[in-house]
């Protein structure tokens, strides 16, 4: 069977067959490490002041590169956010 066929019967496209998943180089690795070692000891960190710290300890990243590699590593900072869900409980002046 030709592989337009057994592409149209697992309803995939013909080009993800020949995609090769890059992996990660040490580089990115090494500062994975650094941004979970800054993200454990200030866990209310986000993306800006994290890429502020990193310098301190000789790594250089943009906010955009420390935001994508927060959330490929599932972590999120702590802090307080609105409560939205609740109906508001004061009354309105007319």
Partial sequence: MSLTRQCKLLKISRSSL???????????????????????????FGSRQITAYLPRNGFHAGRHRV????????????????????????????
Wanted: net charge positive.
């Fill in 67 to 94: 935001r994508r590699l927060l959330s490929l590593m599932g972590l999120q900072a702590i802090y307080k956010s609105p409560n939205t869900h609740r109906p508001a409980t004061h009354a309105l002046h007319v």
């Fill in 18 to 44: 020949y995609y090769a998943p890059v992996g990660v180089n040490a580089e990115t690795l090494e500062l994975m490490n650094e941004i979970d070692r800054v993200f454990t000891k200030y866990p209310f």
